[in-house]
């Protein structure tokens, strides 16, 4: 850390959050690194401390959830900790969008911030928390964003998405300038240099390269596959003129084929996270670089496997098995998420204490959305993700790739080749795809890049539906 970086951690930022705005952030970022080597056992009581709080919270106030419990015969105190939560249904995503009255608490605590989703997958979901859950979030952000170097005053480059683009020339009112103005004059205190990562040809990814250069980076936080493309960039143009510059991937899969390239150009120091909007930052990696550690002390994450003719039961996943993401929200007493599907597949770590020393859980991976289902000639579903899997060992020959189905059910897979790609590798493409979509006519597209959507990400499956 430099001098300005000292002064920004010591006293600046402590000065602005903990004394002039009077936020508890910088004291939750405090417990959370001192918990952070905790045993699990530890770690268990303070979660289940917490979950009864939620729950005796969502009996009496959540008429959602008070409905819930009756239904079931249950009172909160029937849950002592994370195990017994199973005996709750879990909260698909549909019945999340549906019960945004129902799920609000009459009392206890209120809805201070509202979000919603990106429509993307369908419907957006509205939802909203108070603003004590918020310092949480942004301390679990610090701590995690801190195991890669991340720390507030570092020099930090966000090659991140820039959300949608103004409409219309009209000139912005003054109170939309005053916004901007602080927004910019906030992140040049903290040392926080933004740049889009939306458009990505030759041109943008040589101004990201020149900013490289000119700002130093301590770390850099970017969208995983923007992060990957500007990696290969760097490759192509022997661009590198820096030592190791850490990067946090985040709000895309990283995948495997992503990795190797990014540690060419920036350093080993390479960090996946994952999270949603719902919850914020739900896990990190760790400088081990064996998985993604979760927070247990504000959420409670499950890997869930249905069985069933409908997936009426469920179970949790063994180590180093898919299952779906179903995440409870401790610090969020407004809109309580409690048992929440959001939509995730994710591969469930391995057991016991990580190499890092700490014992909190691990997800081995976080693998997609599960609504990236394709269907075959006769309608069956198929795991959108059965393309990663052969596409993980043919790392060599394809750069990157994306599956897009049609609504007349054809599927066009596009793919980015490395000059080692050969008949050879399409082979192997045709043999998975006559495999598992059998009866679908099949579109090789060998392409130089793949189209970015608006929010700046790229979809590795795309399913196009009326
Ligand atoms: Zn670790």
Known sequence: MDAYG??????????????????PTLRHLRYLEETQWRSLDELAAIQAGELRRLLRHAFANVPHYRALFEKAGLRPDDIRGAEDLARLPILERDRARDTVDER???AGAAVEIRKST?????RPLVFGYERSSEFWRQACKLRGYGWAGYHPGARSLHYWGGGPPSVGNEAPSFAKRLRTFKVRADRAVRREH?????????????AVVAIIEREQPEVIVCYSQAGADLARHVLERGARTWGTIPVLCGAERLLPADREPMERAFGPAVFETYGCREVMLISTECDAHDGQHVSM???VVEVVVREGAQGEKTRPARPGELGEVVVTDLTNLAMPFIRYANGDLAVAGKPGTCACGRALPRLASVEGRVTETLVDGSGARVNGLVFNVVIAHLAHAIHQFQVVQRKDRSVTLRIVPTATFDASIEGVLRATWQ???AGIPVTLELVDELPIS???KRQVVVVERD
Do not use: I
Request: with cysteine.
């Open 6 to 23: 000292q002064f920004y951690a010591r006293v600046l930022n402590p000065a602005w959050e903990t004394g002039l705005r009077r936020r």
């Open 104 to 106: 609000t608490a009459t």
């Open 118 to 122: 990106s429509g993307t997958m369908g």
């Open 194 to 206: 933004y740049v889009d990562c939306g458009r990505r040809g030759a041109a943008e990814l040589d």
């Open 297 to 299: 002390e504000t959420l």
């Open 435 to 437: 495999k598992y979509l």
């Open 454 to 456: 608006k929010s700046g």
